[in-house]
Nanobody
Framework: QVQLVESGGGLVQTGGSLRLSCAAS????????MAWHRQAPGKARELVAG???????NYADSVKGRFTISRDNAKNTLYLQMNSLKPEDTAVYYC???????????WGQGTQVTVSS
């Protein structure tokens, strides 16, 4: 059974930083992509950043230069370092696991990130 457990969300002021973590267990994929997505109220879920187990990364244009994705394959844990946060980054952030960037198969429960102006 695949489980993805996110942590690290919270309330932060504009310009602040947060670090999200996603602990994965039970993955059936030896080669995989773990990614962060977000969904703001009234908007569609969007890919924020993803990272292949081999190291390739993909970022949304809106977060390039501010967010950094990383992963510890030995611990099956994904991280997202978010710096220079803006109010428009406010959303529920979800961790995903799949075989490629465009094909998430499993989802975590989400963690709320709120950036106050």
């Amino acid at each position: 059974q695949v489980q993805l457990v996110e942590s690290g969300g919270g309330l932060v002021q504009t310009g602040g930083s947060l670090r999200l973590s996603c602990a994965a267990s039970g993955s059936p994929f030896s080669s995989n992509v773990m990614a962060w997505h977000r969904q703001a109220p009234g908007k569609a879920r969007e890919l924020v950043a993803g990272m292949h187990s081999g190291g390739a990364t993909n970022y949304a244009d809106s977060v390039k230069g501010r967010f950094t994705i990383s992963r510890d394959n030995a611990k099956n844990t994904l991280y997202l370092q978010m710096n220079s946060l803006k109010p428009e980054d406010t959303a529920v952030y979800y961790c995903s696991l799949g075989t490629w960037f465009s094909s998430p198969r499993y989802w975590g429960q989400g963690t709320q990130v709120t950036v106050s102006s």
